[in-house]
């Protein structure tokens, strides 16, 4: 699993980085989620190994510009690319409304399969692999942060124990190492724990909205491995950040040594901040919380 931050200014653009938009990819040129889509995510989609063609799911946190204001362009490109594979796209009440307004005054349309979900708290997708759940934020407008949770993997094969009972390869050993009993073409039952290893524990991965400290990021992050917290103004502007529905260094920090995650990553700073105010900012994070990182656009963080 791979994030790859592609925007990672608040409100509008700078020099230096982009509006919100994350990717979540489940190898390097595999099967892509979005977290949240800004004004020209697109250029910086084709600025990496992303391929649109593989782009799945969108996620968006709320419904202000910086995050939703991209999503025509991907939409329409996408089809002028005669890309076929659905798309789906989750977010809060009114989600629809934009992208069937924006696609129809522009007089423009999609050729793929296209489902939008407004979300509603608790589970919102599950599948064999992950469970996607959604809790509301404290914001100025609704705004909604994800945790995403990959189910425990089987063990590797232990191929010495399957030689040395005789089992042949096959297509059945893809079930196997799924973890599922097999019937060999003989008539042998195979049970899959008699030659399977340890599982490997899924990996938690929580992705916030804007949002002032509240109890519900802690929900969301509790012993996630990454963290995604923003982090709009500095330690000493916490009157102003909360009072607009957002967190400083300190207060994204204080959350994740709340939840206990593995790592915490900081965005969306606001655009007054240049590359020399960095290090002061990262500072501020590692004084509550040590193992804090600062995004930058085109960073690539490997799970």
């Known amino acids: 699993m791979y994030l790859t ?36 995510t697109q250029h910086q989609f084709m600025r990496t190994e992303l391929k649109p063609g593989r782009l799945e799911k969108i ?30 796209i989750y977010g809060p009440k009114g989600l629809k409304t934009f992208i069937d307004t924006a696609l129809t005054v522009s007089g423009s349309w999609v050729d793929f399969p296209l489902e939008i979900i407004e979300v509603e708290p608790g589970i919102i997708e599950e599948n064999d692999e992950f469970r996607v759940i959604a809790q509301p934020l404290n914001h100025v407008i609704p705004c909604f942060g994800y945790r995403i949770e990959q189910r425990d993997r089987p063990g590797r094969l232990d191929e010495r124990r399957l030689k040395d009972d005789n089992i042949p390869a096959g297509a059945w050993l893809q079930q196997l190492k799924k973890g599922k009993n097999i019937r060999l073409p003989d008539g042998r039952d195979v049970m899959a724990e008699r030659y399977l290893g340890p599982s490997k524990k899924g990996k938690v991965v929580t992705i916030l909205g804007d949002t002032a400290p509240c109890d519900n990021a802690v929900v969301l992050a509790m012993h996630a491995d990454i963290l995604v917290h923003e982090a709009t103004l500095e330690a000493a502007m916490a009157e102003k950040a909360n009072g607009r529905g957002h967190s400083t260094t300190a207060q994204a920090a204080s959350i994740a040594q709340q939840a206990q995650v593995g790592k915490l990553i900081a965005t969306h700073f606001s655009s007054r ?8 900012l990262l500072a501020e994070c590692r004084t509550e919380f040590a193992n804090t990182e600062l995004a930058y656009d085109f960073m690539v963080v490997n799970l």
């Open 59 to 88: 996620f968006i946190t709320h419904l202000h510009g910086d995050h939703i204001f991209g999503l025509p362009g991907i939409l329409t490109s996408r089809s002028m690319s005669s890309i076929a594979t659905p798309l789906t």
């Open 5 to 40: 931050f592609l925007g990672t200014c608040a409100g509008a653009p700078s020099l230096q980085r982009n509006v919100t938009s994350i990717a979540l990819s489940f190898s390097p040129k595999g099967e892509t989620w979005l977290f949240d889509c800004g004004e020209a």
């Open 273 to 280: 901040y240049r590359q020399q105010d960095m290090p002061r």
